[in-house]
């Protein structure tokens, strides 16, 4: 089904990406521990989320070819979402940790390694522009790939920060600066894992996606002169790519198959367009006695 091409995303490149952000995650955490700089370990948080973010996707594009199974017929379609909502998580609360942390360190300054600070700042802009310039081309048709591009080019934002603090604390040894840059750093890590979080757990609890508009699909259900109404709708997602409805047609008149058929395919055809859906199940109905509110079981 056309619905299921997708661009192929260029593994090596992508592995390339992922090494340079794992040198870049272990390098900061080591230099931070040495030097005493909060920042550089929020960097390095900043930097290991995208490397989480980078593997899940290269792992999500390898099984996406995977045929269905039996036991599995999804597939493991739901595993690059189970794996955000953890990794989201996580950043969520080692950010606040990291934020209590740097309080302490603004009331209380502590001296900083500040040519470390410079040192891996530089190393973290320089590799992840290179990772930015690997992944570009792919992120105009992949969108978990143009996800890892933008916290790419936020990393190259925070490097560059941390590198000003740096430059600021080797020159006028204001320490102070350190746990404040990190405060920011976290505070940006909490927003945008935030939403990561609230996205994932709404897929994962089948919630209808937020452009979805139910009255919307009733007036183009309902448009349609054979039909009476639509009623019993379900809409949900199975990942970030795919949305799936079902729900329950009144027919007018006792028509023909063929004709239901026809029917159905047009309004299936009218979903996909207005809203993106790419999965459509319709239960056609005549003169059956059943609930005939919108969304079941709601009056």
Known sequence: MSGHHHHEVKG????????????????????????????????ALH???????????????RMAGRTPTQEKTFGYKRAEIIAALFNASVLVGTGFYLIIEAARRVVNPEPVGSVVVIALALLGIVFNAAGMLLIKQDAHHN??????????????MTSVA??????????????WIDPLISILIAIYLIYAAYDILKDSACILMQFAPAHIDLAGIERVACGHPELKNIHHIHVWQLNDREIFLEAHVDF????PLEEVMRICDALEEKLKRLYGITHVTLQSEFQKKDDKALVCGAH
């Open 143 to 156: 969108i978990n790939i143009k996800a890892a591009y933008l916290h790419l080019l936020t990393d190259v």
């Open 162 to 175: 941390v590198l000003a603090g740096g430059i600021a604390m080797y020159y006028l040894q204001l320490y």
């Open 47 to 61: 930097n290991f989320s995208d490397v989480m973010t980078l593997v899940i996707t290269y792992i999500a594009n």
């Open 252 to 255: 007018n008149e006792n028509l």
């Open 12 to 43: 090596m490149r992508l592995l390339i990406t992922i090494f340079l952000n794992i040198i870049i995650t272990a390098a900061q955490i080591i230099g931070g521990i040495y030097s005493g700089s909060l920042a550089l370990l929020s960097d």
